[in-house]
């Protein structure tokens, strides 16, 4: 008897802890939300470091308006107001097909040039679930050049104005403030001079942003030309960009005069040596052409 | 003979109540949980329409007591465009440094609730909320709601930007003083 009694205390408390134990379920002590996918955003600001093509794409459904002004040599003198008298623009238009696809169009006052091209994002750097340091993508840019070259023995063929680059981008963001992109670029020309001249031409490109304030980052891209153009300069150009609401203006000085890949990064006639820099602006409007698909399924 | 028979079957008898009497706490005790639910904000102030989504709300309550939490990770929210989602995590909520935004609190009037009988009840809520590493205690109303014993929880929160340490130029301007959040969890 005594035996059961002590079996019964025992089972009671037993019972009495599991109850206990029930009743503490905390859910203050949990931690939820541990990040499985942590996509590094905002590599760089907009999509160009300045002149060249940076790592960023614009999103799915937006619509990219570009107006872009190169102005003359800051060293022509007050006559020519520092070159501000001239200017030279591109305008164009990008679209984000897809989170990783886009495609753009422009045209450029600057020998006449119409420009499109395609950019897809291959590898996208994250932490988390899967660990990937850098970002790549690929760009491939076709350039017509519609100004008609006035010393030509024969009538030119269309193809004959074409150039073409391949970029392979490779991007990496530090931290909040810092980023860095490498580009080795092939150029390639349909057409050229004389037989003594290459039709391919490799270069490499380095561009970096320096976040100075939220709002307000440094942007300088270097293109190392491997195969030279004789009477050409190396382009480098420092800029700002400065981001409000829907905009990103991009502020800057380089010696490069022309906005498409064959002519920034082959054909800058300007020297940084002699002061042969231009003062140029890019301004960019984002328009939202197709909501994504989160906003259209609300349940407010 | 008989005696210890008896007996055996009265012990039985004790531990079968005390078993039932346990799954019957534990019952009580249900943990409701989703990993789904949705959150809207909207800060709209002048022309701009600034409005997002995030369908990956984590959210759990307990029936008895009435303890609930929300979790949301920042970069989780959709904006129409991408600008405005950069320069949300970037500029303003700072979501490298502050990854999640919370609430831990409870459902003070639990007890008004019948969970055995479908219906909508309102429900009176109070806790912590935690945005941008800054915990604010608030109080606020919802519903919530059962259908076949499964229960949905709608609530809102007015919030004060400027009380969560968030700055930036725009805010009051572009950008409303006061954001009101919406919180739609089917557990």
Known sequence: ???????????????????????????????????????????????????????????????????????????????????????????????????????????????????????????????????????????????????????????????????????????????????????????????????????????????????????????????????????????????????????????????????????FINETAGSWGKGDLRFGFNISRVFTLKKPKELKNLKF | MNLKLKLTSISSLIVLILLIGMTQTVNAQKVFATKSGQIYFNATGALVKIAAVNNQVDSKFVDATGQIIFGVLIKGFKFENQLMEDHFNENYMESTQFPKADFKGYITNIKEINFSKDGTYPIQVDGTLTIHGVAQKTTTKGTLTLAQGKPTIEGEFNVKIKDYGISGMYIGDKIANQAVIKLNCKY
């Open chain 1, 1 to 263: 008897m005594i035996k059961l009694k002590a079996c019964l205390l025992f089972l009671c408390i037993l019972g009495m802890q599991l109850n206990a134990t029930a009743q503490t379920i905390d859910l203050f002590a949990e931690t939820p939300n541990t990040v499985a996918k942590d996509i590094a955003t905002g590599i760089f600001k907009t999509t160009r470091i300045v002149n060249g093509q940076s790592i960023e794409n614009v999103g799915e459904g937006i619509l990219d308006f570009r107006i872009l002004h190169r102005f003359g040599a800051i060293n022509q003198g007050g006559y020519e107001f520092f070159g501000l008298d001239q200017a030279t623009m591109r305008m164009g238009l990008d679209y984000g097909i897809t989170k990783n696809l886009m495609i753009g169009i422009g045209r450029s006052t600057f020998q006449k040039q119409f420009d499109g091209f395609v950019k897809y994002k291959a590898l996208s750097q994250q932490t988390g679930e899967r660990n990937i340091p850098l970002s790549i993508s690929y760009v491939g840019t076709a350039i017509y050049k519609s100004l008609k070259d006035a010393t030509t023995t024969y009538e030119p063929y269309v193809s004959d104005k074409f150039s073409f680059a391949h970029q392979i981008l490779f991007a990496r963001k530090f931290n909040d403030y810092f980023s860095l992109q490498l580009t080795p670029t092939l150029l390639h020309y349909n057409i050229v001079e004389n037989v003594n001249i290459p039709n391919d031409f490799y270069s490499l490109g380095i561009g970096f942003r320096q976040r100075i304030s939220k709002r307000v980052n440094i942007t300088t891209e270097y293109f190392y030309r491997i195969d030279k153009l004789d009477g050409y300069y190396d382009p480098l150009t420092v800029g700002v960009d400065i981001e409000t609401g829907g905009h990103v203006f991009q502020l800057h000085v380089s010696n490069s005069t022309g906005m498409t890949e064959r002519t």
